[in-house]
């Protein structure tokens, strides 16, 4: 850094013409101009990337629900299960709830808990078999259809799966107080 | 039109005079690779507000989340590793780059009147330097972060008379916890920068109203040369080169996971960061009363010397032969702090084995961070979506309310499995808890009679059945014995697995450790990328084909202009 002679620059006026000078300026101003921006391009666009980016879409999450054997045939059952829940680097483990009626050793039907109506949690009424609202008195029967009540459409159905004998549920839920099912 | 505008624009601000200030400057002496090193610093603060901005769309200042969160930037953000390892590379580099700054600046003698005020918002700009570096390391949370935080504001408290207060305000309490994570936050990403742009303000400035003092030498005063271009092309040159560096530096040389703070790892021998090493190793000449004078004396005595530096020395002279006493004590002063830093460096530090044994385990443990208590996830539920194999084997038992003994033969994985551990940190810890029964390196494993293998089995290579390539899905299967012990197949097996985790024998981030240090041992990267955007070498590749087209490009358009004018 001390050595004075042996100086990087190439500015001697003796070394060439006003137009030389000019020349190698208007280059250096072009290089300049390059350069920043193949930089300002290379950690650019990876930023941005990372922040355009959405987190991999999450598959289906499918939660052992329990033993199939432990259910009673035809009868709703009320099951919950815990899952673990994934948001970025927070991980969560939540119990839900839904009602199960087993058909037969490989047809249930898993109901959302949710009252399609108004989002309140329904109940199954044994004396008259029907599943019954509390909140606006919504009547459904043990298939899930609208009797009586305010609901907008039948009891949400979730998509389930069974292997080795164990009920996976895939917990979901829906938009309330409209005729259509819609994710949420 | 583009005139238009212009015009518009200067009658209401003056742009000229902006791009005069910015641009305009007679280089005494013509440009030199030498100047570049003031400009070299300001590109890497501005490549460390951009990777710092990037970092604080994903990074949260909260004791239980800082590190997972930065993990979580690392590993699944796209190009997270770039902008992370960049910022982490970028502090090293900007300290370096002030330090050389200084030291070129002094030679040059470049402080002297007129440009005292350029040189007193210069050393404080390398004050505003050191201090994000310090508020900046505790920010992750981890390990090494944790103790530099703590050890750093435990030198504070040695002041004298104000100590215990400026401990109590650094620390925004008597224990280092959220609320101290949450102020070195704010002086890191608020208070600093603020500061830093207002410095450097007043330095350029200063520094424009006189210009660059150029070489001492009268003849070498003639040549003349001009910021724009001459002088930018060059500090264009240079900051791509320290650009390009650090993009290698990230590439290849990522900061290691030490593993999340545990203030109960005692086995943890803190040091700071490489720049504050010759204040660490001060401290260990001065004891009992003298102490403050190595904390707060000797960095007292460095800042002042600093600061009084353009009004001791007047003597106008510039050439520095021509100034023996400030060259030479200039040059002792830098010797000592080398050569302390060196020391400090070879002093015994991270590598050292454990100084004593853990406490015993007991239920009281707990750590801020949140991960003392083991908290096993019941009723888990793998995120796979077939789930007749892996689901059905690892899943949680029917209702993990109603029966959570019944937790299948293993039970769950605990928070560990989602922390990525330190596999330099779980070396020491696999050493005194697993390898009495599974070896050293996890390979020459002890027999166990009465247990259907006949011995304890080995981790190196680990079982198929426990592994994977997937570093979180490995972990995840190795956790499960960690945390609740194991009881191998046969008929009286004389050794079980001791169930580490639910005993707490040890702790959450002590377990997550020794896990990045097996999957280590069966080749597995527990910090493996999983969302790289482009595969880091790949995209240093890229890096370098770039910047090599655009030098043929601009050679190529070099050398037609000559042919032209020539």
Known sequence: ?184 | MLRKIEDWVNERWPLPDVVHLALDEEIIGGARIAYTLGSAVLIVFTLQALSGIVQLFFYVPTTDHAYDSISYLRTKVPFGWLAHCLHYWGAQVMVILVLLHITRVFLWGAYKKPRELTWLAGVTLLLITMGFSFTGSPLHWDQRGFWIGEVSTSVAATVPLVGDFIKHLMRGGEEMGQLTLSRLFVMHTAVLPVTLIALFGIHIIAMRRFGSVGPWDEKRRLQKGLFWPDQTFKDTLVGTTIVVALIALAVFLPPRYTGPADPLDISYIPKPEWNFLFLYESLKYFHGRLEPVGTVGVPTVLILILVLLPFIDRNSERNPLKRPVAVTGALILAGIIVAMSIKGYLSPGFAQPPVSPKPAASQERSVPRGYGMNMPFTGISEASPAPPESAARTSSPPSAETNPQDATDKGLPGQAAIIIGGAERGDPLFQKNCSPCHGPSGRSVLPNPGSAEGKVPSLNPIDRDNYSPDAHVFAEKIDRYIQHGSVPAGSHPVITMPAFGDTNTLTQPEIANIEAYILRLNGVDRGQVIHPGIEPQRFFLLVVVSFGLVALLLAGLWNKRQSRTG
Not at chain 1, 110 to 127: K, M, T
Not at chain 1, 144 to 172: C, H, M, N, Q, T
């Open chain 1, 1 to 184: 850094m001390l050595d004075e002679e042996g100086d990087m620059n190439e500015d001697s006026p003796d070394k060439g013409s006003e137009q030389e000078a000019a020349t190698r300026r208007w280059f250096l101003k072009v290089a300049i101009g390059v350069m920043a921006f193949l930089n300002g391009l290379l950690l650019g666009i990876p930023f941005i990337n990372a922040l355009i980016s959405s987190p991999a879409k999450k598959k289906p999450q499918w939660s052992n629900a329990g033993e199939m054997n432990s259910l009673p045939e035809g009868q709703p059952i009320q099951v919950k299960f815990g899952a673990r829940t994934e948001d970025a680097y927070h991980y969560e483990n939540v119990l839900y709830s839904v009602w199960v009626i087993k058909h037969s050793a490989d047809k249930v039907t898993v109901f959302s808990p949710i009252c399609p109506h108004l989002g309140c949690h329904y109940l199954w009424n044994q004396e008259i078999e029907r599943f019954t609202c509390p909140c606006h008195a919504s009547v459904f029967s043990l298939d899930g259809k609208v009797l009586y009540g305010p609901a907008p459409r039948p009891l949400d159905s979730l998509p389930y799966k069974i292997a080795d004998g164990a009920l996976f549920v895939r917990y979901e839920r829906f938009k309330v107080g409209v005729p259509e099912q819609i994710s949420v």
